[in-house]
C-alpha cells in the first residue's frame, strides 16, 4: 500500500513559479519511479515528468527546459519546480508512484490532486 500526499499548489501570475511536493507513504512496497501528471476539464491525465530511481528523467515537450523533476527515493519524495508559468499550464496536477509490492506485482498509485492555476 501506498499514499500519496502532495502540497504546493496554488494560483501564480504568467511567468511565475511554483514547487509541487509528493511523498509516498508505503507499507511492503518499494518505489522505483515516481511522475507527476496533469488533467485539463474534461479531458485525460498527461505525462509531465517523470524520474526513475537510477536518475532517469524525461518531460513532455510542453514544459521541457521549464519545468524540473527531482526526487529523493529514499524518503520516497518527489518535487516538480515550474518556473516560467503560462495559463495553459493551468491544471489539477497529479503526483504517481510505480513499484513493487512484498508479491513483486508491479502496481501504481495516484495522488489526490492539487490545482495549478496560472492567471493574472
Known amino acids: 500500500q501506498v499514499k500519496l500526499v502532495e502540497s504546493g499548489g496554488g494560483l501564480v501570475q504568467p511567468g511565475g513559479s511554483l514547487r509541487l511536493s509528493c511523498t509516498g507513504f508505503v507499507d511492503a512496497f518499494k518505489i522505483i519511479a515516481m511522475a507527476w501528471y496533469r488533467q485539463y476539464p474534461g479531458d485525460v491525465r498527461e505525462l509531465v515528468a517523470r524520474i526513475h530511481e537510477s536518475g532517469t528523467r524525461s518531460y513532455d515537450w510542453t514544459v521541457e527546459g521549464r519545468f524540473t523533476i527531482s526526487g529523493d527515493f529514499r524518503r520516497n519524495t518527489v518535487y516538480l519546480q515550474m518556473n516560467n508559468l503560462k495559463p495553459e499550464d493551468t491544471a489539477v496536477y497529479y503526483c504517481?508512484?510505480?513499484?513493487?509490492?512484498?508479491?513483486?506485482?508491479?502496481?501504481?498509485?495516484w495522488g489526490p490532486g492539487t490545482q495549478v492555476t496560472v492567471s493574472s
Open positions: 504517481n508512484a510505480d513499484g513493487y509490492n512484498s508479491m513483486n506485482d508491479r502496481l501504481e498509485y
